[in-house]
């Protein structure tokens, strides 16, 4: 199994563009999950979905990000327009439990630098 | 609210001394308990995890961690800390009792080994 792919590993962009973050969850896996992790905050989780459907967004930051998953097998992290407070590592992560507590499969990550 | 808490921050140990990563929680109830590694510029992998059973639960790369209720603690150990075993220590619960499937990841502990 390939596990958890993210594209790109590396973003660099200038404030004010919109930024896309690509996750494939690992195969037959129904959770999917968005982190960030940044040195003053930590990893934050942003939203989950359970079979495609977001249950829980209170963490997205604000109205410039939103996440889409339209099928089992691809999601992606928008922000529009990105700003310099945006720059963190994003994680997605995926899990094959029906409940959500198994272990949490983690993608290596997409590091953001937004100038 | 829930909570899990890493006491320390950053532990610098030398190589072949015993180790020991603090994680304490507060739920009502005993949560899941996980603890996952990360190495500089990889995702979060897991290392153990306790649902139930057996307090003592080995995990990979020679870790165990104990869970004890009375101290609300989850604690990783290794007898002998191998220079490889440098990153950044996550623990994370997930609240039985919630019916959101979230993990709640500590802040982390970062690792140095001394050769």
């Known amino acids: 199994d390939a596990g958890v792919i993210q594209s790109p590993r590396h973003e660099v962009t200038e404030m004010g563009q919109e930024v896309t973050l690509r996750c494939k969850p690992i195969?037959?896996?129904?959770?999917l999950f968005w982190y960030r992790q940044t040195m003053m905050r930590g990893l934050e989780l942003l939203i989950y979905?359970?079979?495609?459907?977001?249950?829980?967004d209170s963490g997205m930051p604000e109205d410039r990000f939103s996440a889409k998953m339209p099928n089992a097998s691809f999601s992606t992290l928008k922000i529009q327009p990105s700003e310099p407070r945006d720059s963190a590592v994003y994680f997605c992560?995926?899990?094959?439990?029906?409940?959500?507590?198994?272990?949490?499969?983690f993608g290596p990550g997409t590091r953001l630098t937004v100038l | 609210a829930q909570s899990v808490t890493q006491p320390d921050i950053h532990i610098t140990v030398s190589e072949g001394a015993s180790l020991e990563l603090r994680c304490n929680y507060s739920?009502?109830?005993?949560?899941?308990l996980f603890w996952y590694v990360q190495s500089p510029g990889q995702g979060l992998q897991l290392l153990l995890k306790?649902?139930?059973?057996?307090?003592l639960v080995q995990g990979i790369k020679g870790f165990e961690a104990e869970f004890k209720r009375s101290q609300s603690s989850f604690n990783l150990r290794k007898p002998s800390v191998h220079w490889s075993d440098a990153a950044e220590y996550f623990c994370?619960?997930?609240?039985?009792?919630?019916?959101?499937?979230?993990?709640?990841f500590g802040r982390g502990t970062q690792l140095t080994v001394w050769p």
């Open positions: 306790y649902f139930s059973g057996d307090t």
């Open positions: 992560a995926s899990s094959g439990s029906g409940t959500g507590f198994d272990e949490q499969f």
């Open positions: 994370a619960a997930f609240d039985r009792g919630s019916t959101l499937g979230r993990l709640y």
């Open positions: 979905f359970n079979n495609n459907v977001p249950i829980d």
């Open positions: 195969s037959g896996h129904d959770y």
């Open positions: 739920y009502g109830a005993t949560p899941y």
